[in-house]
């Protein structure tokens, strides 16, 4: 029954701003690791955000700067501020959650295409 669903993707200009959101059923984000990845065509799915709720956050170095992740736990949503957007963010961004020693859900993704 658990189910997350990503939205705000879209089509975009580079230079521009996007707000991922994931919101979870189910399941309660307070109670998971939450992260983001991105798939971009041809590649293998790669780490993108991580917040847990130990309170540590972490970024892979090519969004760093420029992507926070956040959670809004009373509205049981995980987000992702994208700012300054380069072509090469471009991909499907997948939202996940980790029980600690439970199960791993996904969303089904939600594209992001940055164009010049």
């Known amino acids: 029954q658990v189910q997350l669903v990503e939205s705000g993707g879209g089509l975009v200009q580079a230079g521009e701003s996007l707000r991922l959101s994931c919101a979870a059923s189910g399941i309660t984000f307070s109670h998971c690791t939450m992260a983001w990845y991105r798939q971009a065509p041809g590649k293998q799915r790669e780490f993108v955000a991580q917040?847990?709720?130990?309170?540590?956050?972490n970024y892979a170095d090519s969004v760093k700067g420029r992507f926070t992740i956040s959670t809004e736990n009373a509205k049981n949503t995980v987000y992702l501020q994208m700012n300054s957007l380069k072509i090469e963010d471009t991909g499907v961004y997948y939202c996940k959650c980790k029980v600690l020693f439970g199960r791993v859900y996904w969303g089904q993704g939600t594209q992001v295409t940055v164009s010049s």
């Open positions: 917040s847990s709720n130990s309170g540590s956050t």
